[in-house]
């Protein structure tokens, strides 16, 4: 005849027959703490797991304080016998002692293990490190989109002029893998550069940045990746694989962008580089009056002149904002350099008794340039004088 | 070349790069100095009006921004 039990018999024959079997009893269990809870009761639950397997543990407050901080993700060695709660069916490890196990726990070990195997699949290779683009035009971001990671960066790429796009992702938590390497791959051919990011955190909560799927899909990217995963010292499988490691958030938004303050700088130097280089050129062809060969206009010279004049105005005045003191000589030599411009414009030449001189085939600057018999024409500060060539020399030991 | 609303920083910073080294070097013609010089100043121009322009671009795959940042 088949025996039926009720549920509470049964529990009972089970709870008998395990707590009976002394092989259960004063034993040692080694594996890794998860999801602690501190009872208010002054118990304390938590989950022994190895890699395959968990089991429910239980810390009774008769058995007093263990030595240190019961965490998830701290691998400890149990001591204890098994028992079953009747109520639930469940068992558990009733422990009497506990404390933090030396050796490396299973997941540093996968984690070791992986790390192996990327590097010699040549992930980590540091030939295949890209140089980030000075001036990125699309950066891409994969991160929480609720946290302070995100603001920080914002913060500091905030004032450079590029589109940003949020690849928003989960950075902990079951499925954070998955959602970080999906962010990644969603940035695919959208970006010149992306940072992946997150603030800090336990070990358990970074514990996705060393999972194999997002080192893949970091080592996809098309663009040169960022990572910045918790704090200094937090070191992940994806800052391997990542073409640069930044320290933190911030760390890797300024390494994504340049100084603004400095590009300022740089495009103040251009401009006054440029007005000086003009300006001795200027100065070079004065003596020749070269620059009313060709078909560069008397009009078009001055308004030009003008320009250039306002142009030192301008750069001066914010030279001496910018740098006093460094650029104080600078300064002086652009004063220097306006009160020459002013000189070099055709129409201060033409007033100083010179004229210009042209045939119809343009300007007259040798004497071979004429010939006898031809018609020129003189420009002068006011007015023109048509002329005709009686004769010429075209000795070089004319002088005047 | 891009049309100047096209061209990036980049872009625009490595032309202007070249430009004023060529105007530093000062082998070419009178007229090209001015064409040179012209085209330099556009170039500070646009690259200064670029980085004035900052105005956040921000924009989520999802569609979605958390509200302190739209």
């Known amino acids: 005849m088949t025996k039926i039990f009720t549920v509470t018999e049964l529990n009972e024959r089970i709870k008998d027959r395990l707590e009976d079997d002394v092989r259960l009893h004063d034993l040692w269990a080694r594996g890794e703490i998860s999801n602690v809870v501190n009872h208010r009761s002054g118990h304390r639950y938590f989950t022994l797991k190895d890699r395959d397997s968990q089991l429910s543990c239980v810390l009774f407050r008769s058995q007093g304080s263990p030595n240190f901080e019961l965490r998830d993700g701290q691998n400890v060695l149990v001591f204890g016998d098994v028992g079953v709660y009747r109520p639930q069916g469940r068992v558990q490890l009733i422990a009497r002692g506990i404390r933090l196990d030396a050796g490396l726990g299973f997941r540093q070990m996968e984690y070791e293990a992986l790390k192996r195997r990327l590097a010699s699949e040549g992930l980590f290779d540091l030939e295949r490190k890209r140089a980030l683009p000075k001036y990125?035009?699309?950066?891409?971001?994969?991160?929480?989109?609720?946290?302070?990671?995100?603001?920080?960066?914002?913060?500091?790429?905030?004032?450079?002029?590029?589109?940003?796009?949020?690849?928003?992702?989960?950075?902990?938590?079951?499925?954070?893998?998955?959602?970080?390497?999906?962010?990644?791959?969603?940035?695919?051919?959208?970006?010149?550069?992306?940072?992946?990011?997150?603030?800090?955190?336990?070990?358990?909560?970074?514990?996705?940045?060393?999972?194999?799927?997002?080192?893949?899909?970091?080592?996809?990217?098309?663009?040169?990746?960022?990572?910045?995963?918790?704090?200094?010292?937090?070191?992940?499988?994806?800052?391997?694989?990542?073409?640069?490691?930044?320290?933190?958030?911030?760390?890797?938004?300024?390494?994504?962008?340049?100084?603004?303050?400095?590009?300022?700088?740089?495009?103040?130097?251009?401009?006054?580089?440029?007005?000086?280089?003009?300006?001795?050129?200027?100065?070079?062809?004065?003596?020749?009056?070269?620059?009313?060969?060709?078909?560069?206009?008397?009009?078009?010279?001055?308004?030009?002149?003008?320009?250039?004049?306002?142009?030192?105005?301008?750069?001066?005045?914010?030279?001496?904002?910018?740098?006093?003191?460094?650029?104080?000589?600078?300064?002086?030599?652009?004063?220097?350099?306006?009160?020459?411009?002013?000189?070099?414009?055709?129409?201060?030449?033409?007033?100083?008794?010179?004229?210009?001189?042209?045939?119809?085939?343009?300007?007259?600057?040798?004497?071979?340039?004429?010939?006898?018999?031809?018609?020129?024409?003189?420009?002068?500060?006011?007015?023109?004088?048509?002329?005709?060539?009686l004769e010429y020399e075209n000795d070089e030991d004319v002088t005047w | 070349m891009v049309s100047g609303k096209e061209m990036g920083l980049e872009e625009a910073l490595d032309n202007l790069e070249r430009i004023v080294a060529e105007l530093e070097e000062g082998k070419l013609g009178l007229e090209e100095n001015l064409d040179l010089f012209e085209r330099g100043m556009s170039l500070v121009r646009l690259c200064n009006a670029r980085l004035e322009s900052a105005e956040q671009r921000i924009e989520s795959l999802t569609g979605e921004l958390p509200s302190d940042l739209s």
């Not at chain 1, 800090?200 to 098309?222: H, K």
């Not at chain 1, 004049?309 to 030279?319: F, G, H, I, P």
């Not at chain 1, 071979?368 to 020129?376: L, T």
């Open chain 1, 136 to 389: 990125p035009e699309r950066i891409g971001i994969v991160t929480s989109p609720d946290g302070a990671a995100l603001r920080d960066v914002l913060r500091i790429i905030g004032p450079y002029p590029a589109l940003i796009l949020l690849s928003p992702a989960q950075v902990q938590g079951d499925g954070a893998e998955e959602s970080i390497a999906l962010a990644l791959r969603a940035l695919r051919g959208r970006t010149d550069i992306v940072i992946v990011c997150r603030g800090g955190g336990s070990a358990e909560d970074l514990w996705c940045f060393n999972s194999e799927l997002v080192a893949r899909a970091i080592f996809e990217c098309d663009a040169p990746v960022i990572s910045a995963v918790g704090h200094e010292t937090d070191v992940t499988i994806a800052d391997f694989v990542a073409d640069v490691r930044a320290a933190t958030p911030t760390a890797a938004a300024e390494m994504a962008v340049p100084d603004l303050e400095e590009l300022r700088n740089e495009l103040i130097k251009a401009e006054v580089r440029m007005v000086r280089a003009l300006w001795s050129g200027l100065e070079r062809r004065r003596e020749r009056l070269d620059y009313l060969s060709r078909s560069v206009s008397a009009r078009r010279m001055s308004s030009l002149a003008a320009e250039a004049r306002q142009q030192l105005d301008y750069v001066a005045e914010r030279l001496v904002t910018v740098q006093k003191e460094r650029l104080k000589t600078l300064g002086t030599r652009l004063e220097y350099a306006r009160g020459r411009l002013a000189a070099v414009g055709p129409m201060a030449t033409l007033c100083r008794g010179y004229a210009i001189a042209r045939s119809q085939r343009g300007l007259i600057l040798r004497a071979e340039d004429v010939q006898p018999g031809e018609m020129i024409e003189l420009l002068l500060a006011q007015g023109r004088v048509l002329a005709r060539v």
